[in-house]
């Protein structure tokens, strides 16, 4: 039994309620806000699908299955944490401080490009491309990588990208166009027509 306290209280979303776990910094506990959640049940049918090759995913958190707690059944998760185990940022905030401080520029653009470049990689499905759903790590003074957190997998009843490549791809290189979209519509300011479009060739 994993006694959670108001103290080791996160954040909440639409469908889940996070807590950090009270004994290991490096983990945190979901509760759902309905057991019959279909954002989480769409996530752990993309999990179980990946079966061993979820573990070689970088933008994928790590997950360990299900705990007892004393607010009710508990999903054990990977906590995101930088080098120095501080919180990691998420990319909303990245990009916000990128608009309050031009010199971060070019840094964001790599961090973006790293990102395109392991999204593809991974061929990593997406239900939506928030930013408030990315966190930012740090893994060392200089190097930073993007983990997921939210939005993950596919709702339809066959998820052929599942099990075929081609429609992995192609529905990779959907929600990738739409995330460029996004840095265009919100970020057009901070990021040039011509970086966005390199950004956006896939």
């Not at 954040?11 to 807590?19: F, L, Q, S, T």
């Not at 769409?42 to 997950?63: F, I, P, Q, V, W």
């Not at 061929?123 to 939005?151: C, W």
Request: some cysteine.
């Amino acid at each position: 039994m994993i006694n959670l306290t108001d103290d080791l209280f996160l954040g909440d979303g639409n469908h889940k309620i996070v807590y950090a776990h009270p004994t290991d910094k490096a983990l945190c506990v979901k509760l759902l806000r309905t057991p019959d959640d279909p954002d989480f049940a769409k996530e752990m049918r993309y999990r179980k699908a990946l079966g061993n090759r979820a573990d070689s995913m970088t933008l994928l958190t790590k997950y360990f299955g299900e705990v007892e707690t004393s607010k009710g059944k508990g999903y054990l998760f990977e906590r995101v944490l930088d080098f120095d185990g501080k919180i990691s940022q998420t990319m909303l905030n990245v990009l916000d401080d990128t608009v309050a401080d031009k010199k971060l520029v070019p840094a964001t653009e790599k961090l973006l490009f790293d990102f395109k470049k392991t999204y593809f990689d991974e061929k990593f499905l997406l239900a939506g491309v928030d930013p408030d759903n990315y966190l930012v790590q740090r893994i060392s003074p200089t190097e930073r990588r993007v983990r997921i957190i939210d939005n993950i997998g596919i709702a339809t009843f066959i998820p052929l990208p599942y099990y075929i490549d081609y429609f992995a791809v192609k529905r990779a290189k959907k929600y990738w166009r739409r995330f460029v979209d996004l840095m265009r519509s919100d970020y057009g300011k901070i990021f040039s027509e011509e970086y966005l479009r390199e950004l956006g060739n896939v």
